[in-house]
C-alpha cells in the first residue's frame, strides 16, 4: 500500500519522541521549515513509559515560544498513533500541509531569505 504524502514532506526518524528537544523544533524553523508535526505513539504504550508525554510538552512549550516570537504556535502540532496507523499518519501529514499552506511562509524562513540575498 503507497501512502500519498505531501511531496514537500521530510520525516526525521527518532527512537522515541522523548528524545526530541524544543531546540530541535525551533531549529527547523532556523533551517526553513514552514511547520513541524511531531508523531509519537499512543499515550500509555510508549515503550520508554513517558516518553510521548514528554514531547507532547515540549512541543507545547515550543508553540508557546514560536507564539511569543510572532511566528505561530500552530505550525507545530503533535499527533500519537499507533504503528498500524499508516493511513492515518498520511492523513495527518495532509492536513498539517494544508494548514501550513493556508498560513503561508514561516517569518523566520522569509527573514533568513532576505537576509542571504542582501549578503
Known amino acids: 500500500m503507497r501512502l500519498k504524502c505531501p511531496a514537500n514532506f521530510r520525516i526525521i526518524r ?5 528524545k526530541l528537544d524544543i531546540i530541535h523544533i525551533l531549529r ?37 515560544i ?3 516570537i510572532g511566528v505561530g504556535g500552530e505550525r507545530v502540532k ?11 499518519f498520511a492523513e495527518y ?3 498539517m500541509d494544508k494548514i501550513i499552506r493556508e498560513l503561508g511562509p514561516s ?3 522569509t ?7 542582501a549578503a
Open 14 to 18: 527518532l527512537p522515541c519522541t522523548g
Open 28 to 64: 527547523a524553523f532556523e533551517k526553513g521549515a514552514d511547520g513541524v508535526y511531531v508523531v509519537g505513539c499512543m499515550e500509555g504504550d510508549c515503550h520508554f513509559n513517558t516518553g510521548n508525554f514528554r514531547a507532547r510538552k515540549r512541543v507545547e512549550q515550543a508553540a508557546k
Open 66 to 68: 514560536l507564539d511569543q
Open 78 to 88: 503533535m499527533y500519537n498513533l499507533s504503528s498500524g496507523e499508516g493511513p492515518l
Open 93 to 95: 501529514s495532509i492536513e
Open 107 to 109: 517569518p523566520i524562513g
Open 111 to 117: 527573514a533568513l531569505k532576505k537576509k542571504a540575498n
